[in-house]
């Protein structure tokens, strides 16, 4: 069997036919060939004739018998890229091509890998078939630029190696086994080759053939574990386990079953973020290829944030397919760093969404190729991890030496700094220069902290725009350095080591910091764009640098920042230094102006160019940092006292580990949003006032707005507004449509009225809100399952299912901030819920069977599971526990939130006689049917009734929780009037605001807390400022249902009582309530909770 090793170049002729969609302009002239099979027009979806394709064949190699179709099938077979999706083009570009490398004799296509450092790429025979006996000791290299081919052995032999990744320098390989050793899993060192084993077994018992692993972020490797060995005869015994995936932990190498297979592992993937790992599962491989074995990829999440708990074991969650091959089943995979999956199949590399799971186009290897392994990186898809490209030298300076580089395709300058003496550091003059003082003054002084300090106060604070474009640092291997100095002979290795003016024997910094082998600490660069604002008002961001001069600027921005002090500053903050005193302050000041001297004209000329283009006044440089001074110092405008409040940052840049040199330096983009430094800190500031107080995390948040300002940071990922004015920007109209319900039980008005009459009769006090949220039960599981639960009609109004959701509510924050509670009560056992939530499970599983199993065909369409069970959704997110959690989720938002707005409305109405009897002389215009109850079509627009509960859901909104949005693409801007200060909240951060604080903001409403029905007569404007039902495109889709839900109870109620005041004849008075105690919202379980102890709303009916 020929066995070949492929490169396919991300660089794509355009090819027609009847069934192909005519390719995008940009790919009609390419250097690759391509087909466009559409499902949108033409539709590849109906071909004439007929057709057989086995599975393990292309969809080009089918048996058809149409003359038109048999034609595409023949330039099918000649395609380098098959598109399915338009988003495939976006994947490979119009410059792709595909380029057959080598021929080999046997199969080669497993373990490949880039060797760390090198252009090599690693890869081994398999077998058999492709070997003499099955037992291959050797390795290969293949040479990525001249395609030179050569034989490794490590020492000893690794043999029948079959996954590999590289790690941390490394290359870590699994093996099949072979007749006389059990599969095992070895890390190699690609400098001496040398081999060593880490597991071999699970706890004395052999594993079966190990196929594929993956590495984590923090070291920890995931093995698949296969039937291959047997199959292929490698191995001499039956495998005694399952196929499996195991989980070994990187520090002891201890293995952990996380998953086993239904047919057969093979390749493992992670997404970029760690939270989701890929498993093909390729049963039809298992012995004789068989056609109804599994073959499918799957995807699984991760139980918590990065995949491990505390435990450091990872728990697989949610699991899902994504999609069968189109043709033989999946084997190699690994996921590009935007998160689409690759994967090879057959004869191509299929191009997978990890969302919908759409086969978006395939990259095809021909006809007597099989695609099963495949390796990623950048332009190329078989290239392993990023390497910098040294293209040119561009200079040196005092501290560092600046290079043209390439990664990953894209130019770049870096900045490689020295390791300098102390005398050179930034005021080090000014301080002692004991050994500990050096130490503390290493993170503010030295220049590479100094840099890594002013790029993240620009970066944290929003003004990037200020200097050259920084991505972050790296911290050079010692091959990168290597290269490097061949590569650039007249660098003296010297020049990196010290300065060339300092003594070696008294300050050579780098080799203070030798490691124990005597290896020096790696060489830091600061990676920028290559090639501003004349805004240089650094001063007011806590940023002086010392070193402000016209050769420091590139295109008009400050490229230089190694002399730059951040504010506070070791040598100008006495908090930080005991020994400062005055004199020394003054003396760092004089230190400012010696530094800077020579740059005076250079920086004069650019204040005044900055003032002279300047429209607004206000924005012109004119603050001094010695206000008694008679002669004008402009220069100390670039780095005085702040202009404004500073922004500290206590951050060491240098802590983060950015050797990935697209990763930016991390401080947050929030930094500069006020807000208490715990919240912004960590989530566990929200837990303590929601999960440890009990839901008080809203009035927390007022608290905030209050001493803040309209703009807070509530979490590390969150900003709360508190500006009624700001809604519409938040929440743009435009959303989802709501249909008005065109119905309303009749007999649950009635019922209502009977349940109360009967009260009145016994003399019984009513807990209301009780009674609501059975009414509202009753409605809402009417719309939903058109079957009511009919708790108006049981003696306790249902009050087993009211108080098993109020538990279930009661654990809504536990689930939110710690999300791996949620799946664990969920599959808990039956017991337990029953315990916790008596019957509730049952309750929806009833409603869920019973309209499965009705006879009557058409019920299912009139409920909510009429959509989903016609759907082409897959059987997985139709079973009964699916149906039953949406059954769930859509009855408590209706009943809770409408039968607090009644409870609300009713109390105030009670509370307030003058606007019970505005709103019963409208009604009482009304023409009622002999059952006293009016229609939807009487209540609906009616005045003062629509701003009765207008104002009562504006008082008292019926849900407390924050409407979060995340803007993906733009940033949110938000201007504070009051400060005169504009807030720049970048894509992808949650923003929020909360009813309960804009609906009591005097600035939208006089006398807010105030019950006030008329302000919506007198001023319909105000419905602008009011989102009791969330807005834009989220807005609440029941909201007509539960407006005219609540309209049509409360007339129904007010028609038929009257305000109690000694008369005779239906009426109802409040019962020891206070809206303090049992109307006000004291915590926020989704829903308003009143205080500890309260009964709630109380009222006696009388008839």
């Known amino acids: 069997m020929i066995s070949h090793v492929f490169l396919f170049g991300i660089f794509g002729v355009s090819a027609s036919a009847q069934f192909l969609k005519p390719l995008p302009a940009d790919f009609r002239h390419t250097p690759g060939s391509w087909a466009w099979l559409s499902y949108d027009v033409p539709s590849y979806a109906a071909l004439p004739g007929q057709f057989n394709r086995s599975v393990f064949a292309a969809p080009g190699e089918a048996t058809v018998t149409d003359p038109g179709v048999i034609a595409l099938n023949q330039q099918l077979n000649e395609t380098d890229f098959v598109a399915y999706d338009s988003r495939f083009f976006d994947f490979v570009g119009p410059d792709a091509t595909v380029a057959k490398v080598i021929n080999l004799s046997h199969q080669t296509h497993e373990a490949p890998c880039l060797v760390p450092g090198t252009k090599d790429l690693f890869f081994t025979e398999w077998g058999p078939p492709g070997g003499d006996n099955g037992v291959h000791d050797y390795q290969y290299l293949l040479d990525t630029e001249t395609h030179e081919l050569r034989n490794l052995t490590t020492d000893p032999p690794t043999v029948n190696a079959h996954g590999c990744v590289a790690y941390n320098g490394n290359l870590y390989v699994v093996t099949d086994g072979g007749p006389s050793e059990s599969a095992y899993f070895a890390k190699i060192d690609p400098k001496t080759w040398k081999r060593t084993t880490l597991l071999n077994h699970y706890y004395e018992q052999p594993f079966g053939a190990f196929n594929d692993l993956e590495v984590d972020k923090d070291g920890n490797f995931y ?154 990186n950048g332009h190329d898809i078989w290239v392993g991890p990023p390497n910098i490209k040294f293209i040119d030298y561009l200079g040196e300076g005092l501290h560092s030496h600046v290079f043209k580089v390439q990664i990953s395709g894209q130019i770049y300058a870096l900045k490689l700094f020295r390791f300098c003496c102390v005398s050179t550091w930034s005021g080090a003059r000014l301080y002692d220069c004991s050994s500990d003082s050096i130490r503390a003054l290493y993170g503010y002084s030295e220049p590479f902290s100094c840099e890594c300090r002013a790029f993240g106060r620009l970066h944290e604070t929003g003004y990037e725009e200020l200097a050259v474009r920084c991505f972050g640092y790296i911290l050079l291997n010692e091959e990168d350095e290597r290269i490097m100095m061949n590569q650039f002979k007249d660098l003296d290795a010297y020049s990196f080591w ?133 002669y004008n110092q402009s220069r100390y405008q670039l780095r005085s006292t702040p202009s404004r409040k500073r922004v500290y940052s206590f951050v060491d840049p240098r802590r983060y580990d950015w050797k990935a040199f697209a990763a930016c330096i991390y401080f947050s983009p929030l930094s500069h949003i006020p807000g208490p430094k715990l919240a912004a800190l960590t989530y566990l500031y929200e837990a303590y006032y929601d999960v440890w107080l009990g839901g008080k995390y809203f009035l927390r948040v007022a608290e905030m707005h209050r001493q803040y300002g309209p703009i807070v940071r509530i979490t590390p990922d969150e900003v709360h507004f508190a500006d009624p004015e700001f809604l519409d920007a938040l929440y743009p109209a435009g959303g989802r449509k709501t249909d008005k319900p065109s119905w309303f039980p009749l007999l649950n008005g009635i019922k209502l009225i009977g349940r109360l009459d009967s009260s009145a009769r016994a003399q019984e006090v009513v807990k209301i809100h009780e009674v609501f949220k059975a009414a509202a039960s009753d409605i809402i599981t009417t719309y939903a399952f058109d079957n009511s639960f009919n708790f108006l009609e049981m003696p306790n109004y249902g009050k087993n299912y009211l108080e098993a959701t109020n538990r279930f509510l009661l654990l809504s924050h536990i689930c939110v901030l710690f999300p791996f509670t949620y799946p664990l009560i969920q599959n808990s056992p039956s017991w337990v819920l029953r315990l916790l939530f008596p019957n509730l499970r049952e309750w929806w599983l009833d409603q869920v069977h019973s309209i ?70 409208e009604l009482s215009a009304l023409k009622l049917d002999p059952s006293g109850i009016p229609s939807l079509s009487q209540v609906d627009g009616l005045p003062y009734l629509g701003a009765i509960i207008q104002e009562a859901l504006r008082v008292h909104p019926g849900v407390l929780t924050r409407q979060m949005r995340v803007s993906p693409e733009v940033p949110v801007i938000y201007m504070d009037r009051a400060k005169g200060k504009t807030y720049v909240v970048p894509p992808g951060v949650v923003t929020s605001m909360s009813p309960h604080i804009t609906h009591r903001d005097p600035a939208a409403f006089e006398d807010p807390l105030e019950f006030r029905p008329q302000r919506w007569i007198d001023d319909p404007r105000l419905a602008r400022y009011f989102h009791g039902f969330a807005r834009g495109s989220r807005n609440c889709v029941g909201m007509s249902l539960a407006r005219r839900e609540i309209a049509l109870t409360l007339a129904t109620l007010v028609l038929k009582y009257d305000l109690y005041h000694g008369q005779k004849g239906p009426s109802m008075e409040l019962y020891e309530t206070e809206r303090a105690r049992d109307v006000d919202a004291h915590s926020d379980f989704i829903i308003p909770v009143p205080a500890e102890g309260s009964q709630g709303v109380r009222i006696r009916f009388r008839t």
């Open 498 to 630: 010290d300065l060339q003016n300092c003594e070696t024997d008294k300050e050579n910094m780098r080799g203070l910091y030798l490691d124990k082998g005597g290896r020096p600490p790696p060489l830091r660069g600061i990676v920028k764009e290559f090639g501003s604002v004349k805004d240089l008002r650094l001063g007011g961001l806590g940023i002086i640098n010392l070193d402000v001069a016209h050769r420091q600027l590139i295109d008009g921005k400050l490229g230089d920042f190694s002399t730059a002090i951040t504010t506070p500053h070791i040598i100008t903050t006495p908090e930080l230094n005991r020994y400062l005193t005055p004199e020394s302050m003054w003396a760092m000041n004089c230190e400012t102006f010696r530094l800077s001297k020579d740059d005076y004209y250079d920086i004069e000329i650019m204040v005044l160019e900055w003032n002279d283009d300047c429209e607004n006044q206000k924005d012109h440089i004119t603050f001094r940092v010695f206000e008694s001074s008679n």
């Open 852 to 921: 499965r199993e009705s006879p009557d065909a058409e019920r299912a369409k009139r409920t909510i599971f009429g959509g989903i069970l016609s759907s082409k959704l897959p059987d997985e997110e139709k079973t009964d526990l699916r149906l039953a959690s949406e059954a769930q989720s859509m009855v408590f938002a209706g009943e809770s939130t409408t039968a607090w707005g009644l409870n609300s409305v009713l109390y105030e109405l009670l509370a307030h006689p003058d606007e019970f009897r505005k709103l019963k002389e």
């Open 223 to 376: 093995l698949t574990d296969s039937r291959s060995g047997i199959f292929r005869h490698v191995t001499p015994f039956t495998p005694p386990t399952n196929p499996s995936i195991y989980f070994i932990d990187g520090k002891t190498f201890r293995p952990k079953v996380i998953h086993i297979t239904t047919g057969n592992a093979n390749g493992v993937s992670l997404s970029p973020d760690g939270k989701t790992i890929y498993l093909p599962d390729t049963g039809v491989s298992s012995g004789d290829y068989n056609p109804y074995g599994d073959r499918g990829l799957w995807a699984y999440d991760f139980a918590t944030s990065g995949g491990l708990r505390e435990k450091k074991v990872p728990i697989l969650t949610n699991a899902r397919l994504l999609t069968n091959p189109i043709a033989n089943f999946y084997d190699g995979i690994r996921v590009s760093k935007d998160g689409w999956i690759v994967v090879g199949a057959n004869d191509g590399v299929d191009i997978i969404d990890p969302v919908d799971g759409y086969i978006l186009g395939s990259i095809r290897v021909g006809a007597d190729g099989e695609a099963v392994n495949i390796v990623l």
